[in-house]
């Protein structure tokens, strides 16, 4: 049955038309809205931030977050923001006190990647560091991966600071066969402190990239960071521990003691030393020779001398003359391992007058031993 407009009733529709309309608002099937945009990631918060007073300055340390609140994996090193505040008198911090004194762009953390950690020192100026003495500094850090929201506050710590000797102004370093031999001038204390001790310290560059300036070592590019090699009472060092061919930085800081601990000063001028072995083995000694018999009838020259103890021996060399005084020819091309030769190619009624040398793994040569005569003129 029909309506006057030619339509039909609701009730007598087919069912399954009536529900069509009626699953459609229910399922909100309307005109699309516009796309929600993503939630910009946020780095989990710094958890273990350590901070101590290195020279004029603090070094903070801390690991840097590789992954969101959420858990997902940061694709790219995020930025780094850095908060100094103060402490009150009664030793609580002063949360309003905090203001942000350095922005790390997530593109240069790995410049301030040292075993796992980033490392940041904050200078303090000179004028702050008269009123700084004695008293805390407090830190905090925050890190962001997006323009639009940072991540929590890290934890809080505080640094003591107090007066320390001036860095020292140079360091010398002398390249030995057995050591890199480094010295420098005595600090100066300040009034009513003493030095207690010196520390030096080693990195390692890589030599694939060029070598840092002394003065600036912001740019090096390090194949080991540097850490405490020995703290020493005098004012030199010898570093046996060294390897030919690397490349090596040096510096030292004075020591002091405040409030019953070590306390560093900045670190001296450093010295980039690579080492390279100009150094030859010890002259063979104890040259022996002597003339034996051949299967065949005719005599050989038979030579041995005393083993050389290097590390890095290669071999010897034999020389052979005629003429008395005379180094003459090496005998074969190859060098002899083991301190020992029988020669071969004498000839009988002639004279010969040998000499060895020892040869290390850089090509160096040592002088020549005493010569010895092997005589085949008479029977």
Not at 8 to 19: F, G, K, N, Q, W
Not at 186 to 208: F, I, K, T
Request: negative net charge; charged residues 25%; hydrophobic residues 40%.
């Amino acid at each position: 049955m029909e309506t006057r407009s030619g339509r039909r009733p609701l009730d007598r529709l087919h069912p399954a038309l009536v529900c069509v309309p009626l699953l459609l608002s229910a399922l909100g099937c309307g005109a699309p809205g516009e796309p929600t945009p993503p939630a910009p990631p946020v780095p989990a918060a710094v958890g273990d931030l350590a901070a101590h007073q290195q020279g004029n300055g603090v070094q903070l340390l801390f690991t840097l977050p590789d992954r969101t609140t959420a858990g997902e994996r940061l694709t790219e090193p995020p930025a780094i923001e850095i908060f100094r505040g103060a402490v009150k008198p009664d030793g609580k911090v002063d949360n309003k006190s905090f203001r942000q004194v350095y922005t790390i762009p997530g593109a240069l953390a790995d410049t301030y990647l040292a075993q796992g950690k980033i490392r940041f020192i904050d200078p303090v100026a000179p004028a702050d560091r008269a009123a700084a003495r004695g008293s805390a500094l407090a830190y905090r850090v925050r890190t962001r991966a997006s323009k639009k929201k940072d991540s929590a506050d890290s934890n809080t710590v505080v640094a003591r600071f107090y007066a320390v000797p001036d860095r020292l102004p140079a360091l010398e370093a002398r390249v030995t066969e057995k050591a890199i031999e480094l010295s420098w001038p005595a600090a100066e204390p300040n009034a009513g402190e003493s030095v207690a001790a010196y520390h030096v310290y080693r990195g390692e560059l890589d030599r694939s990239a060029p070598l840092p300036s002394p003065d600036d070592l912001g740019q090096a590019k390090w194949k080991s960071p540097p850490l405490l090699l020995a703290p020493v009472q005098e004012t030199a060092y010898r570093d046996t521990l060294f390897d030919f061919g690397k490349a090596y930085v040096y510096f030292v800081r004075s020591v002091s003691v405040a409030d019953g601990g070590p306390i560093e000063s900045d670190d001296s001028r450093a010295a980039i030393v690579t080492p390279q072995d100009t150094f030859p083995p010890a002259t063979p000694v104890n040259i022996v020779a002597a003339v034996v018999p051949a299967p065949d009838g005719t005599r050989l020259a038979d030579l041995s001398w005393s083993i050389n103890v290097e590390s890095d021996l290669a071999g010897y060399r034999v020389y052979r003359s005629e003429q008395e005084g005379e180094r003459g020819a090496p005998v074969g091309a190859e060098l002899r391992p083991s301190p020992a030769y029988r020669d071969l190619t004498v000839a009988a009624g002639r004279r010969y007058w040998y000499v060895v040398t020892a040869v290390d793994r850089a090509g160096n040569e040592s002088p020549a031993s005493e010569a010895v005569l092997v005589d085949l003129t008479q029977p």
